[in-house]
């Protein structure tokens, strides 16, 4: 089951806020999705996850295929199961994380040859094992293999990553087993920063009908400016009534401009990560709880943030817990921080419903 | 306010269930306290405390003292409300610390000299220093400075941190500044492995009158028969209507054991270490989770555990997350550990009030 529904378009740009339905619950959008590479959100427990009201997380595909294995995924019950999740997960092709993982990358016709960061054993992804994978899993949302480029990079091997990703949608879209419990697979659109070839990439992965699309290759380098005209283009061409995913972005700052460009779904190891070195967001961007004038600071990160964090403890506290290394305090900011990115999409779903 | 409440004793041993009335709520013994060194049981948040249902915990004055120190925690308005857990606290005297932590530690007749393992600084304890400190953290349970010995260890020397502990424990009793808001003071037993010289310290501190007693300087390497041996003859001297707590013991068994000896309260980091370390405690001992034979084990650690850990998730799960080197995993096997303990308190407890 997938479905898409429009509650709310702006009339002051190309935002909306609708409604994702699938197997596992309802996502309410724009959203933002924290990241759970290894079947967990870095220091987050499932019920941590609840709590500040996330609607959906995302898998790495290449992370999970390597360890624990989409077998042993698949014996557990799927990933819900596996990692006690019981609300919706958008799993991603792999095909970032190749690109910047793996070690001895070969892009080939037929998919991607590659060596494990782990252990440095060879596998290789085509489009239908990525499928298959993802399948194993049970995610509700599934992304197809796809070929991510660098920024900046020549235009003759953009376009070839254009060609190829249309053409392992074809194949992915093939390789799926029918059956009531699928998830949805999305399909990518790249093109680098080149117009006509995000023009191009649009328009064929519009073609092949997916009930969802991902726009990849971006935030990888390029201005924040290039980020938003080539979206811009991308969201011109696919069908308006489907959701889109601007993959791994980015600081609120660009969420907030993507969201005016008809993007709906976000994900980003920005807040988590962050957490984990000892900084939390708020509206004023990021900050690190470790400076000395936070030493004798007894009130909490954000007076105004509904969060555990926020509520119960004191910068003080925090900032000796990251000068003690203490595991708690990495925890205290993710909840905080992610909480921060979650509250940012319900204000600004509040915004769009509220406009005149 | 501090009041021992003897419930019931055993009429086949030296066990007893009580209650210990603080200022910050009542203790049910024989308990066991998590040890929270820095202002934190490790990963554990206060809710997470609340849960397992722990009743109270330790804090360290040596590690507290030095990072974020006594004067900021005064200021952010005690121990409980820095880190926000609003049930009893005990804080040890740093003697322990001192002894097995600190550099260029120098006894002297007015205290300790040591230098900081953090940064080299050089410091002094002395019992009213001690006192101070504890004081500042608004502990509910105080340890006054004692003198810790190496086991084995020369007669002389033990007898001499006897002299020195009885004169300090005098020393700290006149330090106390007296009010309604005040924690108890402990006296504490020192006397390493000699029959004669347990004996006289707990003479000594006996007759000082102290509201309750901290057993030292046992599970330093002795065996555990000639541990039991040595609390025996203290808790036989020790005055019957107060709690006595054996200070950084241990396994079950020297706990199980050492309740039938007539101890009440307990400490130690192996629970929490173990769990960081990727071991779980059961009836039967601990077990590493990474071993291989747990890989496609979809069963809880204990399926009569009531802890979230045991309810939630799989120990295929928790496997894998401690191989992908996830701190959630350390936090689950924290969470079970503890509750491990708690029950197995309240299961002794349950027993003794069960006895005909």
């Not at 092709?93 to 060596?115: D, N």
């Not at 494990?116 to 054993?121: A, N, Q």
């Not at 993959?247 to 920005?270: E, H, N, T, Y």
């Not at 403890?313 to 979650?342: C, G, V």
Request: charged share 25%; aromatic share 8%.
């Amino acid at each position: 089951m997938f479905k898409f529904e429009i509650i709310k378009k702006s009339k002051r740009s190309k935002a909306r806020v609708g409604k994702v339905y699938t197997n596992h619950g309802v996502i309410d959008t724009p959203m933002f999705m924290p990241v759970g590479t290894q079947a967990t959100v870095k220091t987050m427990s499932p019920r941590n996850l609840n709590e500040i009201e996330a609607q959906i997380i995302l898998g790495n595909t290449y992370h999970l295929y390597l360890r624990p294995g989409n077998q042993l995924i698949k014996n557990a019950g799927g990933l819900h199961k596996f990692m006690s999740w019981d609300k919706p997960i958008l799993t991603d092709s792999g095909g970032f994380q190749v690109y910047s993982l793996a070690h001895k990358r070969k892009v080939l016709e037929c998919g991607v040859e590659f060596s494990s960061h782990l252990d440095g054993t060879k596998h290789l992804f085509t489009p239908q094992k990525v499928v298959e994978i993802q399948q194993d899993f049970g995610s509700d949302i599934m992304m197809p293999l796809d070929e991510c480029v660098a920024y900046p990079c020549d235009k003759k091997q953009v376009e070839e990553s254009v060609n190829r990703t249309t053409c392992w949608a074809k194949e992915s879209e093939q390789s799926i087993v029918n059956s009531a419990q699928n998830g949805a697979l999305f399909g990518i659109v790249q093109g680098g920063c080149f117009q006509d070839l995000r023009k191009r990439s649009a328009e064929e992965i519009a073609a092949l009908g997916f009930p969802g699309f991902g726009v990849g290759g971006l935030s990888v380098g390029e201005p924040q400016n290039q980020m938003f005209d080539m979206l811009d283009i991308v969201t011109d061409i696919l069908p308006e009534d489907k959701p889109k995913h601007l993959m791994g972005v980015g600081f609120a700052s660009d969420i907030l401009g993507a969201i005016k460009r008809g993007a709906d779904l976000f994900d980003c190891v920005i807040p988590t990560r962050l957490a984990r070195h000892g900084s939390f967001l708020t509206l004023e961007g990021k900050t690190s709880i470790r400076q000395s004038r936070f030493e004798k600071d007894f009130s909490p990160i954000d007076p105004d943030c509904d969060c555990y964090t926020c509520k119960t403890f004191t910068k003080a506290y925090i900032r000796h817990l990251f000068w003690a290394r203490e595991i708690l305090a990495m925890q205290l900011l993710t909840i905080h921080n992610l909480r921060f990115f979650i509250r940012l999409m319900a204000k600004v779903r509040k915004e769009i419903l509220d406009e005149n």
